[in-house]
């Protein structure tokens, strides 16, 4: 059922494309439900929390595929995987975001397992994977991969950036977080040329209405990974630099075009952000991000 249902949603460009980041009718909880009996699949969680069922993970949660079923994914609260082994049911999540698809749970096993919407494309920017592995990469040996993932990136059209400076908004003005602190948070999907939103999570802290901003200046951050970038852009040759200076630039460019908030409030909230979580981390990368954009060969 699921199969058949994942088919019509891969060909339905046949027809006419959905819309950008419309959620369509079989991404919801019944769905999830009806496939969950079929399988037997709260019976059976440790088999698909597998290596080979592998997404992706970040900070706190850990993403499945589910064998068979290619609408939903898995997402796991690293703290506690040991809820895969336990008895736990399926309920029903509450969907602040009906009409869109942001990658949102629709339900969840117990406290620890959200059942979310499976989201097409790369995941933007180094894989947190790759520094929890026991090998790391050098930034040397990271250069030719950052300026594809770059490429990636600044080849997408305007009204990618546009698209998803539009869902940012729709997610924050509903006190939702888009953790723009996490490059790997966009998922580029370069078949239809569109950006993809992951990871958005209701803000709960007290000052949310600090962080909850996104402004130009941090999406620009964000796809450019600028956790990475100072460092890998240092040990790149004279040539790649250039390019990487280059797509950076265009990215810039195509950010700034989007309708998103100005980029005043990054610095206004200086003494907040150094009071409080951020020690105002976006302000300081942006300024040397920007100096690297300044020089020349
Ligand atoms: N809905 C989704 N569709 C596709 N991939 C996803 C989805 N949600 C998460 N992922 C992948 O799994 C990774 C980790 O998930 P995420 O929710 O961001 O974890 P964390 O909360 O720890 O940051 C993401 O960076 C992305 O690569
Ligand atoms: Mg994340």
Redesign the pocket.
């Known amino acids: 059922m699921i199969q058949n249902l994942s088919n019509s949603y891969h060909t339905s460009s046949k027809n006419k494309p959905a819309f950008k980041g419309v959620r369509l009718a079989h991404q919801n909880f019944e769905e999830f439900e009806k496939f969950a009996k079929k399988t037997d699949i709260l019976n059976n969680l440790p088999n698909i929390a597998q290596p080979w069922n592998y997404?992706?993970?970040?900070?706190?949660?850990?993403?499945y595929s589910i064998p068979g079923n290619d609408v939903f994914?898995l997402?796991i609260n690293?703290k506690h995987l040991d809820s895969l082994r336990q008895k736990n049911p399926l309920t029903k999540s509450e969907n602040p975001f009906p009409e869109i698809n942001i990658?949102q749970k629709v339900g969840q096993i117990g406290k620890h397992i959200q059942v979310?919407?499976?989201?097409n494309g790369f995941?933007n920017g180094i894989?947190?994977r790759m520094f929890l592995d026991s090998y790391k990469p050098t930034p040397q040996e990271i250069v030719p991969w950052y300026i594809e993932n770059l490429k990636a990136i600044a080849n997408m059209p305007q009204k990618a950036y546009n698209n998803l400076a539009k869902e940012i908004k729709t997610v924050t003005k509903k006190k939702y977080f888009f953790?723009f602190y996490?490059p790997?948070?966009i998922?580029i999907d370069e078949k239809k040329q569109e950006f993809?939103l992951?990871?958005i999570?209701p803000c709960v802290t007290k000052i949310r209405d600090y962080i909850n901003f996104c402004s130009k200046k941090h999406l620009f951050l964000s796809l450019i990974d600028n956790y990475f970038m100072p460092n890998v852009y240092k040990s790149a040759s004279k040539e790649d630099k250039k390019s990487i200076r280059e797509l950076c630039k265009t990215i810039k460019a195509k950010t700034e075009a989007t309708p998103m908030k100005k980029n005043s409030l990054l610095f206004a909230l200086k003494q907040q952000y150094d009071k409080y979580v951020y020690k105002n981390l976006a302000h300081d990368k942006y300024q040397q991000v920007k100096k690297i954009l300044k020089e020349k060969d």
């Open positions: 997404i992706g993970e970040g900070r706190h949660n850990i993403v994914l997402r690293k990658g979310i919407i499976k989201q995941s894989p947190s953790d996490n790997n948070n998922l993809n992951v990871d999570e």
